[in-house]
């Protein structure tokens, strides 16, 4: 039976202690703290598990270097922390990834003096907690930051700087942390919309209605209603409080992907960006098996947003500004016809009075208690996720009355076993010791062992894994989030949207009408991207 129909059975008519609002992946965190603590816990997700914010972030698991310059000594310390929890408790989503800084002193935006002080800031980052992933930064001669990318321009570097972060597929993650709650005892419901908070004759919030994708209406009481929904929080808080609090200032990111023979990089790289001294992270990405890497994504902006929450897309200008700072970093050029794939994201920032510029906002988190009792957790960031949700569930334990150690900084993420007799690292690092499941699948059906879509290394058995353990319900939780596949090249995904619903057909019991509506939908989502990448920004909004 699918896991959705059945965490539905489960659901309906029951009290739970906590119930969670918003499946990112601050929300599953929220549900992993809370389950492993011993209280009963539900989390609702209106669309799919992190297909917000928490899937189309820089997929990088970091302190936050430019923090330091803001004076966010406190937040890097946290984020490092954060860090290495991660690396030992996921270490088959989490591995650290290398880093260079390039000095590009002629005709570039980094003089000696600002290299100089660069250097400094580097000590800051490795003594704040950037050594405990056992390196410390180093200067590269520039031939030897040249061979780590040999597309950059040899005449202009004059050296690089080294350091350690670490990188992880964020929308893996989330499919890990709702698999791990779920081990726990917590209820996940993907695709199930909250339409009312509800509340007791004294005026507290006492659970949630709402209605699934197929329409089947939930009712829930809950002891804590927790408001996790990112950039839809103030919505959420709309509902209970009935006034709009404005808590949050979305900041738009965007990414491109490219082919990696264009770029050529090994490890990930800083490159400044000439027009407003901003920098740009360049990241190769799903490494061959022989070697090398298909793709390299390049990002992210950092831009204020005033169009709906539900439709943030990439534009013209957001493309060519990346692609502007870019070519000034490598001697290859790079246009809009190579880039394959695309995404936006919002951040959910807290708003600060005074602050002009978004980059110029803390990623600091939130913790607010609304008049009915309601929590919401807001701002943040992907790397801190376990520490917003440690202090968000603190504060429901608070007003549950009871107490509970929180038992999150130890805990091993599913998939965190043993997973070196995996046969490819594909597998490995998608996986980790729950690659057994799907080479279960094709070991049933040796066709399931064919590639999902050409040219990338997904095989249909992982669609089937995606819908029977992972929560995945249609055409596109699958090929954007369980897989990359349409971040990384929108066309071939495409192409191969028809086979792959037939294929979810077979595992979901779908009729050919919903075959025939899931791959208009995806095509939809599809020419949507595409039209907005040929539009400017207010273009774009302006045509909604």
């Not at 004076?71 to 922390?81: K, P, Q, R, T």
């Not at 829930?220 to 200032?249: C, K, L, Y």
């Not at 490494?287 to 897309?313: A, K, M, W």
Request: with cysteine.
């Amino acid at each position: 039976m699918p896991v959705a129909r059945t965490d539905i059975t489960n659901a309906q008519g029951r009290h739970f202690d906590i119930v969670v609002v918003g499946g990112g992946v601050t929300g599953l965190g929220v549900a992993v703290d809370a389950a492993t603590r011993g209280l009963s816990c539900l989390l609702v997700e209106k669309d799919d598990l992190g297909s917000g914010t928490s899937s189309k972030s820089s997929k990088l698991i970091h302190g936050g270097l430019r923090y330091l310059q803001q004076g966010e000594v406190g937040l890097v310390y946290e984020a490092l922390h954060e860090r290495q929890r991660l690396l030992r408790n996921a270490p088959h989503l989490v591995q650290i990834l290398p880093f260079a800084i390039p000095i590009l002193t002629r005709d570039g935006v980094v003089s000696r003096k600002v290299a100089r002080a660069l250097g400094s800031a580097l000590w800051m980052y490795d003594l704040t907690g950037g050594w405990r992933v056992g390196k410390l930064h180093r200067r590269l001669r520039a031939d030897a930051a040249l061979r780590h990318m040999p597309t950059m321009p040899r005449e202009r570097l004059a050296s690089a700087y080294l350091y350690y972060d670490a990188a992880a597929d964020d929308s893996r993650l989330c499919v890990a942390l709702a698999r791990t709650a779920a081990d726990h005892g917590a209820v996940i419901l993907n695709h199930c919309t909250v339409k009312e908070i509800t509340h007791s004759s004294d005026g507290r919030a006492n659970g949630i209605r709402a209605t699934t994708s197929e329409g089947q209406l939930l009712e829930v009481n809950a002891s804590v209603v927790v408001n996790a929904a990112g950039v839809w929080a103030d919505s959420v808080r709309q509902a209970d409080e009935g006034v709009d609090p404005q808590s949050i200032r979305p900041a738009k990111g965007i990414h491109i992907t490219i082919p990696w023979e264009l770029v050529q990089n090994d490890i990930a790289f800083v490159i400044p960006v000439k027009r407003d001294k901003r920098s740009l992270f360049v990241v190769p990405w799903i490494e061959r098996e022989d070697g090398g890497f298909l793709y390299t994504y390049v990002g992210t902006t950092d831009t204020d947003y005033s169009g709906g929450v539900d439709d943030s897309q990439c534009s013209e200008e957001d493309i060519d500004y990346v692609l502007e700072a870019l070519n000034t970093s490598i001697t290859t050029r790079v246009t809009r016809e190579h880039v394959t794939g695309v995404w936006s994201g919002l951040r959910p920032l807290v708003r600060t009075e005074g602050s002009d510029k978004t980059k110029d906002l803390s990623r600091r988190h939130k913790v607010s208690i609304s008049n009915s009792g309601v929590i919401s957790i807001i701002g943040g960031k992907l790397t801190t996720y376990r520490k917003m949700a440690e202090d968000t569930v603190d504060e429901a334990l608070n007003m549950l009355g009871r107490s509970a150690r929180c038992k999150t900084k130890r805990l091993r993420l599913r998939g965190a076993a043993d997973a070196s007799s995996a046969p490819t690292k594909h597998l490995r690092t998608r996986y980790g010791s729950d690659w057994t499941e799907v080479q279960r699948i094709i070991d049933a059906d040796s066709t399931m062992s064919r590639p999902l879509v050409a040219g990338l290394p997904y095989c249909r058995a992982e669609a089937i894994h995606a819908a029977r353990f992972e929560y995945a319900r249609t055409v596109d939780d699958v090929l954007s989030r369980r897989t990359r596949a349409l971040l990384l090249d929108r066309r071939a995904t495409l192409a191969a949207a028809p086979d792959v619903a037939r294929l979810l057909a077979s595992e979901l019991g779908w009729d050919d009408a919903r075959v025939e509506l899931e791959v208009q939908r995806f095509t939809e989502i599809c020419t949507r991207e595409e039209r907005a990448a040929r539009m400017s920004e207010a273009e774009y909004l302006a045509s909604r």
